[in-house]
């Protein structure tokens, strides 16, 4: 359980990193952890703690409710509107929020 947990929390990082175009010497730089320590997370070799994920994430910019979803949706929906959300722009996600805050306010 812990391993294949360990291995998806793994992937999710390489692919947050791929998608921002960083290496893993970049990302172990600006998270401050070796780039070993990177490599090992990524191919679920290592238990991650806290600390450490929340300065990958933040590097990554998700935060780690977001992340934990991607991990671990309650449902398929979740994990859908979680990925589009973290690919939309800082206006786009303005706009959407806005969005959904009309639409829940029409259904009161």
């Not at 600006?30 to 450490?52: A, C, F, V, Y």
């Not at 398929?76 to 706009?95: A, F, H, N, P, V």
Request: hydrophobic share 35%; proline share 1%; charged share 30%.
């Amino acid at each position: 359980m812990t391993k294949n947990l360990n291995k998806k929390i793994g992937s999710l990082i390489r692919k947050l990193r791929l998608e921002k175009n960083l290496s893993q010497m970049k990302l172990a730089e600006l998270s401050k952890h070796s780039t070993n320590h990177i490599g090992s997370i990524e191919r679920g070799e290592k238990n991650i703690s806290i600390q450490t994920l929340h300065s990958i994430t933040r590097v990554l910019d998700i935060s780690l409710e977001s992340f934990f979803a991607l991990i671990d949706p309650a449902d398929k929906d979740t994990k859908e509107l979680t990925e589009i959300y973290l690919s939309l722009s800082d206006e786009q996600k303005t706009l959407i929020l806005q969005l959904l805050k009309s639409t829940q306010k029409l259904n009161k």
